[in-house]
């Protein structure tokens, strides 16, 4: 059974930059894709970006485009979320899971930005 560890979070200003790392075990890479969802306050759910765990393509949100990375360090088996240039909105906890996601979700982990 897949597990997902999130951490990394913080509290930071907008503009400043966050990594957030997620470890990754009962899961073979390959075929499927994993991603970064991320819950804001009074919202549901949304997927921030996800990346093929065979070939590595990735996709973004419109919302992170060209602020946030994803990446897929196999050997770790942990998925970063390099976050630039952070905004308020970003403001959330933030969950890697599969796509389409597993019913397992980790704990998140909390990212506050604010001035």
């Known amino acids: 059974q897949a597990q997902f560890v999130e951490s990394g979070g913080g509290l930071v200003q907008p503009g400043e930059s966050l990594r957030l790392s997620c470890v990754v075990s009962?899961?073979?890479?390959?075929?499927?894709?994993l991603a970064w969802y991320r819950q804001a306050p009074g919202k549901e759910r949304e997927r921030v970006a996800f990346?093929?765990?065979?070939?590595?393509?990735?996709s973004y949100a419109d919302s992170v485009k060209g602020r946030f990375t994803i990446l897929l360090d196999k050997e770790k088996n942990t998925l970063y979320l390099e976050m630039n240039d952070l905004k308020l909105e970003d403001t959330a906890v933030y969950y890697c899971?599969?796509?389409?996601?597993?019913?397992?979700w980790g704990q998140g982990t909390r990212v506050t930005v604010s001035l």
């Open positions: 009962g899961f073979t890479f390959g075929s499927d894709i």
């Open positions: 990346i093929g765990t065979g070939r590595g393509h990735t």
């Open positions: 899971n599969r796509l389409p996601a597993l019913p397992s």
